[in-house]
Every structure is written in structure tokens, then in C-alpha cells.
């Protein structure tokens, strides 16, 4: 496993089309642990694309201890979106693979690719990088999804309007094809979910068989006993990414405001970076905080009375509930916010079917008398992600995956 016959570690390449680190969202998230686990077995090299301006450069100082090379990329803002167009008029691909695309990256791995064993690629919008090399029976490609984007744009085209509209449907009509191509020519494959897995294989019809390997929760710092800041609810997430922005909007617009009725001092918390213009004029709401980004966001996790995931859209494993969970919150989501997670008895958090069960959920539970309640809940939820998304569980899945 990722050990040559002379004791030297196989060389594993991995692609990223955005930088792995600092973590501040799920795809983030997944790089970091996969670099993290897999640079244990392999000598890891990390190609990113930068996504920052040309002034500023990303901190990647906890890879340069474990990784043998780490590699950055940039492209202009004004090349990606003429690349997008060209992917799209020209190339009959989704207009991403041109905006996530690097002609100097794609110079660097023809160059060093006969160097590498076997090549990981983070996310549907890297596998272009490899499309030269797809039949090279000596290299070993692999294609971690993540989520399936089909899936999350088909989820995201039917709650958005206007011009985004139109866009989530012309880029789901070509992702699909993309993505069942992709999934059924790599040598093996990864999603975060099985709902995602299912929706490669069963919707799109990919001839694949894809692993299932969840994140791990991240360690924040779980505290048992931590003070209680009464009537308050909190949501964690970046604040530009569109389930978020669509989940907070529906959630202020039809759910906050009868819920404050009953809890005239209700907050609502909103914690995460890149903040859309839509979000920051929630603000102006009477209760509403936005916190931006915050590095290690559990005591403020910790201080609400409930963590709410209202998700309207989206797909894959939505790790703000995980985290959550982790910290012994008390989680109220939705069936889509849920719809990643494993093995759920329906103890370990709250699932509201719809807005009516949401605000008596809401109501109920951030009540007082339900003290003992919440502090069962947050019991069981840590429990389970003990028991299915600890670092050594998801650990030995990567390991096992890459054999």
C-alpha cells in the first residue's frame, strides 16, 4: 500500500482546482483530509489553482511537512470566464472544466506525469488534466467527486430564478454527460454519499462502482459544559456558496419571523466567509448577526441554543451538521439537509419535513422544558459521529480505497 520493494514511498499526484487549504468549506474540507491521510503511504505532490489576486498568496504551510512538492497556478479572472465560454461553444463541456482549467498546470503534469504511480483527482472539474492519459494502463487515476454536480445543480436549478436559472440548466445538461463519462472511465472512484454514489450509477447510468468515504469530523474542541446563550439559533457555512445563500434566504423569508413571534429575542447567528450581497442585507433583519469567517466556530456553536441546516438544495454530505453533531449541538435540518448522512436512528438530530414542522420544531425545542431533550440529542449525535465519522474510521477507508 503506497510502499515500493526498496522501502521508498510511490509517488501520488494530486489535482485541486482551488487551494486545499485554508479549510473553510466542504471541498476544502476533503482535500485537507485527503492530502493529510494519504501523504502518511505516499510521497504526495499538490497542484492547486490559486483563486486569490495575484498580490496575495495562500499559506500552505501545514503541507510542506508532509507533502513532497505542493504547486500553485494562477489564472486570471478574465481567462476563466473566456475559457468557460470556449469549454462550452467549442468543446461541448461544461462551462466549469474551462474556468477551473490551467494551461501551465496542464504543461507541468505532461512534463512530470511518467514520474507518478498514480494520480488523484480532487473533484469533477480536475479530471480534464487527465484526459490525455486515460488509457495509459501503467497510471492509475483516480476521481474523488465529492458530491455529484448533477445532482446539486439539478437541486439548485429548481430554487433559483432568472439568469441563474438559466444557467444551472444549461450547465446541468452537459455536466451529466461529463460526469457519466468521467465516472466510467477512471480506475476507481469516490463520492461523500451514497445518495451521490446512486445518482452516478443509477440516474446517470456511469458503468462504475463508486466507494463511499464520508469526511471525518474536524476536532474543534468539544467542551461539556458550555454556557447556553438562550433563544438562539445558528447556521455555518460559506456564506457564497448557492445551497447556503438559498437555504438562509427561504429560511428568513418564511420561517424567522413567526418563530420570533413567539421568541420576541430570538438570534439568528450566521456564521461563514464570502458573503453574498443577498446575505449581507439580512443583516438589516432585527436579530440577525452575520459573524463572517470565523477559524474555529465551536464556541459559538456551542453558546446557541440550536444549530439549524434549513437546506433547500445541495447535495452530498453536508459537513456543518457533522461538525455540529461532533460538538454536541442540537441540529435541526431538513430532509435535504439529512439526505447525506449515514445509518440515522432519529435520535441524534431533528429532520422538519416541511416549513410547518420547521417553525414547531423551532418553537418546541428552543424552549426551556425541552432542556433535557436537547442535552439527549447532543449526547446521541456526539455518539454517532463517534461511531461513523471519527479520523480513524475515514482513515483507514481512504488507505483501503487507494490498495
Known amino acids: ?29 476533503r482535500m485537507y483530509q485527503f492530502i493529510e491521510i494519504l501523504s502518511e503511504q505516499y510521497a504526495v505532490t499538490v497542484l492547486y489553482l490559486e483563486e486569490q489576486e495575484p498580490d496575495t ?110 444557467l444551472y440548466g444549461m450547465e446541468c445538461r452537459r455536466m451529466a454527460n461529463y460526469e457519466k463519462m468521467a465516472y466510467s472511465r477512471v480506475k476507481k472512484s469516490v463520492l461523500i454519499s451514497e445518495r451521490d454514489r446512486d445518482y452516478i450509477t443509477q440516474t446517470l447510468g456511469a458503468e462504475c462502482n463508486p466507494a463511499v468515504i464520508y469526511n471525518y469530523a474536524i476536532d474543534y474542541g468539544y467542551r461539556r459544559k458550555t454556557e447556553k446563550i438562550p433563544d438562539t439559533i445558528v447556521f455555518m457555512g460559506k456564506m457564497n456558496y448557492a445551497p447556503n445563500v438559498d437555504a438562509m434566504l427561504y429560511f428568513t423569508e418564511h420561517i424567522y419571523a413567526d418563530v420570533r413571534q413567539k421568541y420576541p429575542g430570538l438570534q439568528l447567528w450566521i456564521i461563514g466567509g464570502n458573503a453574498a450581497p443577498e446575505i449581507r442585507r439580512l443583516a438589516e433583519k432585527e436579530g440577525v448577526k452575520l459573524w463572517g469567517f470565523v477559524e474555529n466556530p465551536s464556541e459559538l456553536l456551542q453558546q446557541a441554543t440550536l444549530v439549524i441546516a434549513p437546506m433547500i438544495s445541495g447535495s452530498g454530505l453536508q459537513n456543518k451538521i457533522v461538525q455540529a453533531m461532533q460538538l454536541g449541538c442540537t441540529v435541526i435540518t431538513t430532509p435535504v439537509g439529512a439526505d447525506g448522512l449515514t445509518c440515522l436512528t432519529g435520535e441524534e438530530l431533528v429532520v422538519a419535513e416541511n416549513d410547518t414542522q420547521m417553525r414547531e420544531k423551532l418553537i418546541h425545542y428552543l424552549s426551556s422544558e425541552a432542556y433535557e431533550e436537547r442535552k439527549r440529542m447532543g449526547e446521541m449525535a456526539r455518539h454517532y459521529i463517534e461511531t461513523y465519522y471519527s479520523f480513524q474510521t475515514i482513515r483507514n477507508k481512504i488507505l483501503d480505497f487507494f490498495k
Open 57 to 166: 498568496d495562500t499559506d500552505m504551510t501545514p503541507f510542506t511537512g508532509r507533502c513532497a512538492q505542493v504547486e500553485k497556478f494562477r489564472v486570471s479572472r478574465g481567462r476563466r470566464y473566456a475559457q468557460s465560454l470556449v469549454s462550452y461553444l467549442f468543446r461541448g463541456e461544461p462551462m466549469q472544466t474551462g474556468y477551473f482549467y490551467s494551461g501551465e498546470m496542464q504543461h507541468w503534469i505532461d512534463a512530470h506525469i511518467t514520474e507518478y504511480q498514480k494520480v488523484l483527482c480532487m473533484h469533477i472539474r480536475t479530471i480534464r488534466y487527465m484526459f490525455p492519459y486515460l488509457d495509459v494502463p501503467e497510471l492509475e487515476i483516480y476521481l474523488d467527486g465529492i458530491d455529484a454536480i448533477t445532482l446539486n445543480y439539478s437541486n439548485s436549478f429548481r430554487t433559483s430564478r432568472g439568469l441563474r436559472k438559466l
Open 1 to 29: 500500500m503506497g510502499q515500493m520493494m526498496d522501502g521508498k514511498k510511490d509517488n501520488l499526484l494530486i489535482l485541486c482546482y482551488r487551494a486545499p487549504y485554508p479549510v473553510r468549506s466542504g471541498s476544502e474540507i
